[in-house]
């Protein structure tokens, strides 16, 4: 299903300790004239859903605003979200029940202690209420986890919850690097990720929900996800049409090379053929480069690929020695 992700605000009212620096707690909001820019376009090129995030999607001032004309323009949508908020929020997704999709529950840990570490106290018991509201009013749910040190050894433990609560299914996803996450010592190795995903591998073959992996996995794909293969658009909250929402408000402010035009300015039509001629320059030198010899095992972690060609990872060039930054070289 092609599909919009529109990042509706930059803020949050949690502070992760994996988040990017500088990505949320910020105090943008996306104006509704952008998004109503996208939904009057984004049909002509054939896309029909619409995914929100942030931030946290919940706390954009226009939120019902948001999904009322989403679902007036014929849009499917779902969300991706911390559930903090749910309790509040979850009459008006019921409202516009025919257009929605999936709700996704950002769930960082298989127990309270894990999931609280990273995202804060009490933030594993919210998000639990708000998977079980789901439950009671039949709102379809999924549950994704991003792992790190801390939680790795959570996976299998988190996809027997995910069944238990009555989830679609669990989506796994690598850390993005950040300057944080990296102090903190977080990010796994790539011979631990691919360990990880054994294990994930093996649950998608004997789980009782489905089970999926990010895009960010090892594999000998050159294009393996959704962006490369123009079936996924990004919008951010200031109302730029980027090239992933994995890359959006990553890396320093000097290096925004995704960044390909802002609706305010471009019509999104114009914004998408630019994207496509900056995707068509990528996916040609990918190939060259791949086909010169040049690959490292790093450089089949496709996000780790994309976040180095568009400059995201220089500062880790000054950090402690690690196998990430020995690949850098």
């Known amino acids: 299903m092609p599909r919009i992700v529109i990042e509706l605000t930059n803020r949050c009212n949690l502070s992760c300790q994996h988040c990017f620096s500088g990505r949320h707690g910020g105090n943008t909001d996306l104006p509704l004239a952008i998004l109503d820019h996208v939904l009057a376009e984004a049909g002509l090129l054939g896309f029909d859903f619409i995914a929100f995030t942030g931030g946290d999607p919940t706390v954009y001032r226009h939120f019902a605003d948001a999904l009322a004309r989403t679902s007036q323009a014929g849009f499917q949508f779902g969300m991706v979200t911390n559930g903090q908020n749910f309790k509040m929020v979850y009459p008006v997704l019921l409202e516009h029940r025919d257009h929605l999709n999936v709700v996704t529950f950002s769930v960082d840990g298989a127990t309270e202690s894990s999931h609280d570490k990273l995202r804060g106290k009490n933030s594993f018991r919210r998000v639990m209420q708000a998977a079980s509201i789901c439950m009671f009013k039949d709102i379809p749910f999924s549950i994704n986890m ?27 996803g690598h850390l993005m690097h950040s300057p944080i996450t990296t102090a903190d010592g977080q990010d796994l ?51 730029n049409l980027t090239k992933c929402c ?67 990872l220089d500062w880790l060039r000054s950090t402690e020695p690690n196998v990430w930054q020995l690949a850098l070289r």
């Open 189 to 239: 190795s790539s011979e631990e990720r691919k360990r990880v995903e054994a294990e994930i591998a093996d649950l998608q073959r004997n789980s009782a929900i489905a089970i999926a992996m990010g895009p960010g996995y090892f594999t000998d794909s050159l294009f393996p996800c959704a962006p490369l293969q123009m079936q996924e658009v990004n919008v951010d909250c200031h109302g």
């Open 146 to 172: 991003v792992v790190t040190r801390n939680n790795q050894h959570e996976v299998a433990e988190l996809a027997e919850l995910a069944a238990h609560l009555g989830s679609r299914g669990v989506r796994f």
């Open 246 to 312: 994995h890359l959006s408000g990553h890396g320093s402010p000097k290096t925004q090379r995704d960044v390909i035009g802002n609706l305010a300015e471009i019509t999104f039509g114009e914004a998408y053929r630019r994207l496509v001629a900056e995707n068509d320059v990528f996916r040609e030198t990918k190939m060259r480069h791949h086909a010169s010899g040049q690959f490292d095992e790093t450089d089949y972690f496709p996000c780790w690929y994309c976040s180095r060609y568009y400059s995201k």
